[in-house]
């Protein structure tokens, strides 16, 4: 790999801010000055930049608890991206695969390898996506039947895939878990609102394989296990 790539790689360097570096003598090869941004770096060379050692950033796979009022975007929006929550160098290079709304609080996946990312939200995939929903009030008997079987969704040509309901033990009734293999926009809220009822709150705890760590406070995040990647 050539050094001033190697640079921008490792770094926040860009790779023409990378190639003043070297210009200026900050960088170190084996201990060496090096200013040549086309030398060839090895396994057996060490580089330092100022001093300081440096690693090759490889490719990454996080676990991010989203907080509700941040965007899953990478771009600035109206709200604060999830990626400014991410205490890592090039966060410019990562990107998230299987969005949350806003007001959706859970489990994000960030990653900056787009064949993973594809893998995981392809709708030929049909990976279950299962959430804790709150509702405004309990739900109608046959709820179920009427999620597995599939819903039309207002300005809909195709009725939903089949999803499951769980209505979990609570005193208002109004908890349930719900698992789906799509990700249309706004499409739980709307699934319910075509049920006569509306969400109040909205929390992602898996996708497919991976599921949120517990551990994990809300804004909170993690690396993948290499078998959570390879789940994928």
Known sequence: MRLDRFLSESTELTRSLAKKALHRGEVEVNGDVVKNAAFKLGDEHVVRWLGEPLARIGVRYLMLNKPAGYECTTRPGRYPSVIELLDVAKRGRLHIAGRLDVDTTGLV?????????????SPRRRCDKHYLVTLARPLAEGAETALAEGLMLEGEDKPTLPARLERLDDADG?????????????????????LDNEVVALHRERIGEIALDPALAAGEWRELTQAEIDTV
């Open 109 to 121: 996946l960030i990653t900056e390898d787009g064949q993973w990312s594809h893998r995981l939200t």
């Open 174 to 194: 109004v908890r349930v878990r719900l698992v789906i293999q799509e990700g249309r926009f706004h499409q739980i809220k709307r699934m319910f609102a075509a």
